[in-house]
């Protein structure tokens, strides 16, 4: 019959200058720790299976008097496999010589089982048979003693071979950068915590966690910074979890931290007896308050901001892996909104995720579709309306929506980094189209290609455009590559090489959407640029005496005095064309004389231009 000895309640472990049994005083800090990693292996749960009661007995005693007090025993083989699922022991002390059911047979059940084959079996034999050792070894016994056992070196091999079960249950179950339990470990806590909690009636909630912006931090900085800016991270999650925030549930205390990382720049809370979303808002925002602190990182101050998503248990799911699902989408619409934001798991964002995952399949399955299709915008002289060039817009002819503009699935592609593969097709589609229209007969004119922050980052971009210009064989000159502001101060040295070098190879430079980003006199001199383009946003609210009047303004009269090209979007009136023309802008393009179309009608605009309209 099974018999099982309670753990003896945790010993204190002496500070540093405190006195041991013997009078003595601990003297430093590696002695603490030795004594505190003592302690913990001596909390080891110890399971022996042998059929001689007495060499059970004198083995019990020997190791409680050891420290070992958490001890399962049986005498029983028969149920012995049955005791080890129920008590999953670190240590199993096994006898090979048995009636009913051997020693190697519980080994091989041991091997075979999931949840305890990397169990450490010390085997207790007196055989002296070299075969049945054999068979042992091959079945991955880890250690051997013969009967009768000394004493002293049962407890030497034990605490060697609990030392390094420790030491590898550690590295399976612990962030290695972090040091807060990975994403194995955690789950199984909280499943254990949401059945207790289920059982009790008690409220939990799921906090997921994610950086915003930190792959920028770290190609700015470099992985080593990332690296410490996680470990800083995890201490200040660490610290916005009090006591009261933690486990309120009975026989659950021993469950561990509440935290995780999950990998990357995300982290999982669990957090149980919240009476309602308000407390768990609270929660989350104290770890903002704590997380909003500067970071100082590599001589560099940095203020970080994260996004969380919130799902509550039982109300949005009752099942671990549904749980961390409703989180991790009320993250990702954290994220979408811009970051630093709280967001509560709801069915509506369910459907919407299914949706936005559904759409990102089809839309990584267009481009070798044929699904994809560029439609040009005509840029006309502002004042003789001559047609000075167009910019491509790509569209989504998907199979059941229809056209899908590029507002719907752009954002998209930017997420997901399918805006690289999109954008390089863009580029080669552009400037054959370019050339098939100078070998119909027509004049050559320049065409404008939208460029992705992704895009730039990549080391490779320059190659791509000479490769396009020398693949379709259109001239450099004929190229305008668009880009926004932000992505031009994101690394404004690696940038200004990169724009160097388009220029030098004679492709040109124009600032889409200028005025909505950091407009600064002070880095547009330092940059070789061609053009300025003025949002829509601005051009719509032109009239005398607005404030929209006094921004196109400027933005005109500061490329005037940087010799920049100045070219106004979304026209769509007599009156602001006027306008446009009284300032002094160079060119312009909207709904007023030319909407985007496919390239099978731009041949009807290229001939009406022929006059200039």
């Known amino acids: ?38 302690e913990a292996l001596k909390a080891s749960k110890i399971m022996m299976v042998d059929d001689e009661p007495t060499t059970i007995e004198v083995l019990a005693t020997f190791l409680e008097g ?3 007090e958490n001890i399962v025993t049986s005498t029983d083989s028969r149920e012995a496999v049955d005791l080890l699922r129920k008590h999953l022991p670190d240590c199993v002390l096994l006898d090979l010589m048995m009636p009913n059911v051997d020693g190697l047979q519980i080994l091989r059940a041991i091997r075979s089982d999931a949840t305890l084959q990397h169990t450490p079996v010390i085997i207790l034999t007196s055989s002296t048979d070299a075969e049945t050792k054999l068979k042992a070894l091959q079945h991955e016994a880890t ?38 339990p990975n994403r194995r470990l955690f789950l199984d806590r909280v499943d254990r915590i949401l059945r207790r909690a289920s059982v009790e009636s008690i409220p939990c909630s799921v906090l997921h966690l994610g950086l915003d912006r930190f792959k920028q931090i770290n190609d700015a900085l470099g992985h080593r910074a990332g690296d410490i800016l996680l470990k800083a991270v995890a201490r200040r ?8 925030d933690l486990l309120a549930i009975p026989g659950l205390n021993e469950a561990g931290s509440p935290l995780c990382r999950l990998g990357g720049d995300e982290f999982l809370v669990i957090l149980c007896g919240s009476p309602s979303a308000d407390s768990t808002r609270t929660i989350a925002r104290r770890i903002f308050s704590n997380l909003s602190q500067p970071f100082r990182i590599s001589d560099e101050e940095l ?25 991790a989408t009320a993250l990702s619409h954290a994220k979408q909104a811009g970051g630093n934001q709280i967001a509560f798991y709801s069915r509506a964002l369910n459907t919407e995720s299914s949706k936005r995952l559904l759409m990102e399949n089809q839309l990584r399955k267009a481009i070798g579709r044929e699904e994809l299709l560029l439609y ?42 399918l805006i690289e593969s999109l954008g390089e097709w863009a580029l080669a589609t552009a400037c054959h189209q370019n050339v098939a229209w100078q070998n119909a007969g027509f004049e050559p004119i320049s065409i404008s290609v939208n460029v992705s ?14 490769f396009a210009l020398s693949d379709s064989g259109m001239a450099a000159d004929h190229l305008i590559l668009e880009v926004t502001e932000s992505m031009l101060i994101e690394d404004q040295a690696k940038t200004l090489d990169m724009l160097n070098e388009l220029k030098a190879m004679g492709v040109k430079i124009s600032v889409d959407d200028f005025g909505t980003g950091y407009s600064s006199l ?21 009239s005398e005496g607005s404030d929209d009047s006094a921004i196109v303004n400027a933005i005109i009269a500061m490329s005037q005095s940087l010799g920049l090209i100045v070219v106004a979007e979304g026209v769509e009136t007599a009156a602001q064309l006027r306008f446009l023309q009284n300032r002094g802008c160079d060119q312009y393009q909207g709904f007023l004389r030319g909407r985007p179309v496919p390239p099978s009608e731009w041949g009807d605009i290229l001939k009406r231009s022929t006059g200039g309209d």
């Open 522 to 542: 002070s880095y547009l001199k330092s940059l070789p640029l061609d053009e300025l383009k003025v949002d829509r946003s601005f051009v719509s609210g032109v």
């Open 66 to 68: 050891e420290g070992y």
């Open 376 to 417: 040009y915008q005509p840029k006309f002289d502002t004042y003789s309306g001559d047609l000075r060039g167009a910019e491509a817009l790509m569209r989504w002819n998907h199979p059941e929506q229809g056209l899908v503009p590029p507002v719907d699935f752009i954002p998209l592609a930017e997420e997901t980094g």
């Open 453 to 466: 922050s992704k895009q730039m980052r990549r080391g490779n971009f320059v190659q791509t455009v000479r």
């Open 143 to 180: 250690d051997f003693l013969g009967k009768p056992v000394d004493p002293s070196e049962l407890a030497l091999r034990l605490r060697n071979i609990l030392a390094a079960k420790a030491y590898q249950d550690h590295l399976i179950n612990y962030d290695g950068l972090t040091g807060l």
């Open 237 to 244: 999650l660490e610290r916005s979890i009090r006591p009261s």
């Open 1 to 38: 019959m099974p018999d099982s000895k309670s753990a003896r309640a945790a010993k204190s472990v002496p500070s540093r200058g405190q006195q041991r049994a013997d009078g003595s005083t601990f003297r430093s800090k590696d002695e603490v720790e030795v004594g505190r990693r003592m």
């Open 303 to 327: 203020i970080v901001t994260a996004s969380i998503g919130i799902s509550l248990f039982p109300e949005d799911a009752e099942d671990i892996e549904a749980l961390l699902g409703h989180a």
